[in-house]
């Protein structure tokens, strides 16, 4: 299957919209890593001052759970499942289901591989 198991390590993911106000949004910059089954991420911009996620991925599956610092000075954390799919130009696309475990909350966001970190 074309995109299929293509690795994440060193790409850089950026959301496609805005979520609620006070969360991860359009200049938020995700920095993927993976190796042997692993992944994790750093994650920084908007409200968000720094972020991590870990877990693994299974196929073109992802489950992990993701822990920020906001802007605000307070923390939250969650677990989120992906799935790993890619554009017709080439680039990768996460679409993801996600809730939030520190506080109530869940929903669905999508972020897409940036060619241009500058953007």
């Given at each position: 299957m074309p995109g299929?198991?293509?690795s994440l390590d060193g790409l850089v993911l950026a959301p496609v919209a805005d979520q609620a106000p006070g969360q991860v949004g359009t200049?938020?910059?995700?920095?993927y890593h993976e190796q042997?089954?692993?992944?994790w991420a750093e994650y920084a911009g908007g409200d968000v001052v720094r972020g991590h996620l870990v877990g693994t991925?299974?196929?073109d599956r992802l489950d992990f759970r993701y822990v920020q610092l906001k802007r605000d000075g307070t923390t939250s954390s969650g677990?989120?499942?992906s799935l790993v799919t890619e554009l017709p130009d080439g680039r990768v696309r996460l679409e993801e289901t996600w809730e939030w475990e520190s506080q109530p909350g869940s929903g669905t966001s999508v972020v897409e591989q940036v060619t241009d970190p500058g953007r």
């Open positions: 299929s198991h293509r200049r938020t910059r995700f920095t042997d089954g692993e992944i991925r299974d196929g677990h989120c499942v």
